[in-house]
């Protein structure tokens, strides 16, 4: 077993659990709270049981700090606490679904209203968050202010006393979240309302509404500030330490406003509280009536009026409902006056009537606002804070009913932790040895007794026909509690001799658990019978104010009955029974106060008080029971059902019995014996450590658990999504393939249907082809086609362009298919025009031609003379050849005409220098002679003749290279100037052609070689700067060897 985290409780003080405490006994448990107390450590734990010592400071411990580290640990991890019991109870509510109790006991100052406060804090910090559980966490809180206000004074124990008792019941839903609450009151002591002990106040309330009402308000009320004008403030005690009246009334103003109270609602309030304190004021006077008897009257009328004005109620109304008594019987009605006494008796009667129905009303208004609308099963914390057990100098009947309450606390607190444990041991068979404790049963008995109580015998008097009074109620009691061990009296004490002086005549005296109380039986038939004079509720009734008039509905004539109500002790007894009932049901947590001083001071620690609250607390005794008992009890069917899951053997599935079940999963955890018992139907553990082990352990497991379910879950959650992908997945593709099969199948279908069509349409066609006109597009194409070039021939013939040879002109082709034919054509008709040009020519013109192509092949784009030349015909005779018959003579005996004659010059080769000479040209020869001798100087066979040479030049300069001189005598090269060096080549060239079949070689050059008889000159020709006109050569000789030509 893991040692528990017991880091947080080193260096405690004292030990922290009395369990603990060695050794046991009152003096060392004194001694321990003593020391704890000093160290500021006010709580200390009986296991569950939390013992607090009212420190009356402030200590840092609380807050929403501590809250929140409270909320974290377990009850043992921390110091012990309010809050850890809080916890505890919260928690076991919550998850454990039981309803729970917490029980403040102690005495007057001890401390419960505080630890109740704290309690509730707690519990509204931890629960649940939200805007509505807020809102009800909100009315819950702040109905305490409220309830404090109007039923806390200070006395002499406690400056904020309760003087009733509460028990409020808290209600969740299943999540642990408030729901609301019902608060139960249990009778408020009301006679404070008109009467102060020395040193005490009145009601808060009071004193708060003086203080901490505006000037206006006061005015509307119409009250004074000044305390000391109201009779039933005057004790005078105005102003308590440490409570600040004005600020406190704005808090409750503020409260009611929260719980849900409207203005009106409030406003009322304090006009029902003001009219208390005016009614105090109303003062009697003696007033004797005619017939002498006494009669009472009112002093000062003013005081009625004003409370006439506040409540709408008229003076004389109230008047008479004060000072005077209506006896109804059966048949009659008998008005009585009251003396001044008796008047005085019914003013302080209906003041304390009136505010402590006031007070009822406010309880069940804020249960209005906080109760539980929902009809779901609820879960209760009830807390509760009751007036503590009191001793003072003079015990009336209301310290009677609240001791009587503390006792049946007490009784409470024994039956469940002292006897009842026990007895459950010796029931469950568990080997125990009895611890003695005082079971305060008889005193419980001698006052609640049905028949025998004293409450009984208290109601027995009150309803006693006959003269009744406290002194014969005291009579039964001497007689009938005689012999009684908790009771005596002077008569009592008379009977055993025994002779104590502090016991008063009207007196009788109770041992109660908590010591000795001596009651004053005076006014206890009064009190008890609580009766209210039927004048003062009709005259209350009577009134226009609302909250008034509900406070006594019993005044509403049509509602009289004439039956008794019942009295205040039997009131008293039956709600404490159902109270008890209520406790029994739901688990108890103690919380137990303790006063340490009777002045309420800090740091003071009296240990004979402290002694006498430990010993009839009896705080030792539950530490022997504690101590030698188990911390914690189980059925052993919801145990198992709780830890079951902490063995593999129970968990998940168990046949057997419940107990083997248990005895399994704590043998499993090897937990030592002395920890454990089993009892006939119950398992019992010792200490609290274990239990928390098993819990962290269940805490544990239910992680695992947690994780194992997490894990599975997901597990099939991801496999259910893969399956599921997985299924889609396929039906996807299914579908896909499907998809694409089919379109793949109608594509082959569609084409084999094409195919099919086609070779059925080839067929066909086929089969039928011959009934066609198969040709009949080709037959057509052709006749149009026909038809199309016959109409673009027409069109041509009669449109043929002019006959002249030199008209290029021709039509362009409609069609482009015409585009071949038509250049055909086109060459056609220029041959066709060219021919028809040619027979029509003469045989010389053809000649001439002929020469004139020739030229252009020789010259055409090479000779800058050319273009010149074309227009000219070739006359060939240019000197006269036929008037001159020595010319013709140098021909000789050659036949055939002279085919060109002209004058040339010719070019010395030696000085560049020129001389004209006769140039004839015939069909084999050429032939040079001189201008005056007509004497051929030079003739050259054109056989001989090798080549011309001519520049591109206008000019006319040409050589004529002949061939290698066959004889000496030949001068080589001539280098000729022509005007006609075209025509003259020209016919040289077919000259030579016709007489040798060569062709001649003409080569166009500017730079040429002449051959001499042995050297070569080289001839340059360039282009002067001369232009235009007749071209001009310039020969210079340049050296032997080269001659330079510059044509102008
Ligand atoms: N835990 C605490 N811390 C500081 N002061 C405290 C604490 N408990 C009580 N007191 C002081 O003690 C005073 C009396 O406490 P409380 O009113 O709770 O007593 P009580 O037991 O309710 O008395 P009664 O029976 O008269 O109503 C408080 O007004 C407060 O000053
Ligand atoms: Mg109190």
Not at 214 to 223: G, I, P, Q, R, Y
Not at 387 to 415: D, H, M, P, R, T
Request: aromatic letters at 10%.
């Amino acid at each position: 077993m893991q040692p528990l985290n017991m880091s947080l409780m080193e260096g405690s003080v004292g030990v922290q659990d009395l369990i603990l405490l060695e050794p046991l006994e009152e003096a060392s448990l004194l001694k321990n709270l003593q020391l704890r107390f000093e160290n500021k450590e006010v709580y200390t734990y009986i296991g569950n049981v939390v013992i607090s010592v009212n420190p009356y400071q402030q200590l840092p411990i609380y807050g929403p700090e501590f809250i929140a580290k409270y909320r974290d640990y377990t009850f043992y991890e921390l110091k012990p606490h309010i809050y850890a019991l809080a916890n505890v109870a919260y928690q076991s509510l919550r998850d454990r679904d039981r309803d729970q109790c917490i029980l403040i006991t102690g005495e007057s100052g001890a401390g419960k209203t505080e630890a109740s406060k704290l309690v509730m804090s707690y519990v509204a910090a931890v629960c649940g968050k939200g805007e509505q559980v807020n809102s009800v966490k909100e009315q819950l809180l702040q109905s305490n202010p409220v309830l404090e206000a109007f039923g806390n004074a200070k006395t002499i124990r406690n400056n904020n006393s309760s003087r009733f008792g509460k028990y409020m019941d808290i209600e969740f839903d299943f999540k642990g979240s408030p729901l609301g609450g019902v608060i139960t009151n249990y009778l408020l002591e009301k006679s404070r309302v008109v009467k102060q002990l020395k040193g005490e106040r009145n009601f808060h309330i009071f004193y708060q509404l003086l203080a901490g009402a505006d000037a206006e308000l006061l005015k509307a009320l119409k009250l004074e500030r000044d305390i000391s004008g109201y009779s039933y403030l005057k004790q005078k005690v105005s102003r308590v330490d440490g409570i600040d009246d004005a600020s406190n009334f704005k808090a409750v103003q503020n409260a009611m406003t929260v719980i849900g109270f409207s203005k009106e609602e409030i406003q009322q309030v304090l006009e029902v509280i003001a009219l208390v304190l005016k009614l105090g004021n109303v003062e009697m006077t003696d007033e004797f009536q005619a017939d002498g008897i006494p009669g009472s009257a009112i002093r000062d009328g003013r005081g009625v009026q004003e409370i006439g004005k506040i409540v709408g109620l008229k003076s004389e109304d109230l008047e008479r409902a004060l000072c005077s008594r209506t006896m109804e019987t059966a048949k009659e009605k008998v008005v009585t006056v009251l003396n001044v006494i008796q008047a005085q008796y019914a003013r302080d009667a209906l003041a304390k009537n009136i505010y402590s129905r006031l007070f009822d009303w406010l309880i069940h208004r804020i249960n209005e606002s906080i109760k539980v609308s929902t009809g779901e099963r609820k879960k209760v914390m009830g807390v509760l804070d009751i007036y503590g057990f009191e001793i003072l100098e003079n015990n009336s009947f209301e310290q009677f009913v609240i001791n009587y309450c503390n006792e049946k606390l007490q009784q409470v607190f024994i039956e469940l932790t002292l006897k009842e444990e026990q007895e459950e041991y010796k029931r469950e068979g568990i080997p125990w040895t009895n611890v003695d404790y005082f079971d305060n049963g008889i005193i419980c008995n001698l006052i609640e007794h049905n028949q025998r109580g004293i409450l009984a015998m208290l109601d027995e008097e009150c309803l006693r026909p006959g003269v009744v009074s406290d002194s014969t109620f005291l009579a039964k009691l001497n007689q009938l509690f005689s012999k009684h061990s908790h009771y005596e009296s002077k008569v009592t004490q008379n009977a055993q001799r025994q002779y104590d002086h502090s016991m008063g005549l009207n007196c009788f005296r109770i041992y109660h658990y908590a010591g000795k109380v001596m009651y004053n039986v005076t006014g206890f038939i009064d009190k008890n019978n609580d009766l209210l004079f039927r004048d003062l509720s009709r005259a209350m009734w009577k009134a226009r104010h609302p909250l008034l008039r509900s406070l006594f509905s019993e005044g509403d004539p049509k509602q009289a009955s004439l039956k008794r109500p019942p009295t205040a002790g039997s009131q008293f007894k039956s709600s404490v029974a159902i109270l008890m009932k209520s406790l029994y049901s739901k688990n108890p947590n103690y919380i137990r106060c303790i006063k340490p001083n009777e002045y309420q001071q800090r740091g003071q620690f009296s240990s004979e008080l402290v002694a006498v609250q430990v010993r009839y607390l009896g705080l030792l005794e539950n530490v022997r029971v504690r101590r030698a008992g188990y911390a914690y009890r189980q059925g052993y069917k919801s145990f198992l059902e709780r830890y079951r899951l902490l063995s593999q053997s129970t968990w998940p599935h168990w046949n057997k019995g419940d107990r083997e079940g248990v005895e399994k999963v704590l043998g499993e955890l090897s937990l030592s014996s002395e920890e454990l018992a089993f009892g006939k139907t119950k398992v019992f553990i010792r200490s609290p450590k274990t239990l928390f082990y098993l819990e962290e352990q269940r805490r544990l497991r239910l992680q695992q658990l947690a994780t194992l379910i997490q894990k599975i879950y997901r597990g099939w959650r991801c496999r259910t999504h893969y399956q599921q992908m997985r299924k889609s997945q396929i039906l996807i593709s299914a579908w896909f393939r499907g998809n694409r099969q089919k379109k793949h199948y109608g594509k082959m279908k569609a084409s084999a249907v094409l195919i099919q069509a086609f070779v059925r349409g080839w067929k066909a066609r086929k089969n039928y082809r011959k009934y066609f006109r198969s040709g009949a597009a080709l037959t057509l194409a052709d006749f149009i086609y026909k038809s199309i070039a016959q109409k673009f021939l027409l069109g041509l013939k009669n449109n043929l362009p002019s006959a002249n040879v030199l008209d290029r002109r021709w039509p362009a082709a409609p069609y482009k298919c015409f585009d071949r034919a038509n250049q055909d054509l086109r060459q056609l008709y220029h041959q066709w025009k060219c021919k028809k040009f040619l027979d029509q020519l003469s045989p010389k013109q053809v000649q001439m031609l002929k020469e004139k192509l020739c030229a252009s092949e020789l010259f055409k784009g090479k000779k800058a003379s050319y273009p010149q030349s074309v227009p000219i015909p070739f006359r060939g005779d240019y000197i006269g050849l036929q008037g001159n018959p020595k010319l013709q003579k140098l021909k000789g005996r050659e036949e055939g005409p002279v085919l060109v004659a002209e004058t040339v010059k010719k070019v010395n080769r030696g000085n560049g220098k020129t001389s004209t000479r006769i140039l004839l040209l015939t069909k084999r020869h050429v032939i040079l002679t001189d201008t005056k001798k007509y004497q051929a100087k030079i003739v050259i066979g054109l056989n001989s003749v090798a080549g011309v040479s001519v520049t591109s030049f206008q000019d006319g300069l040409f050589s004529l290279h002949l061939s290698e001189p066959s004889s000496g005598d030949s001068k080589g090269d001539i280098l000729l100037v022509s005007d006609h060096v075209v025509e003259l080549l020209t016919k040289m060239y077919q000259a030579v052609l016709d007489a040798t079949q060569r062709q001649l070689s003409v080569t166009v050059t500017e730079k040429f070689s002449v051959r001499f008889k042995e050297s070569n000159v080289a001839v340059k020709v360039v282009q002067g700067s001369g232009s235009g006109g007749k071209s001009k050569l310039i020969c210079k000789k340049k050296g032997n060897h080269c001659l330079e030509v510059t044509v102008q």
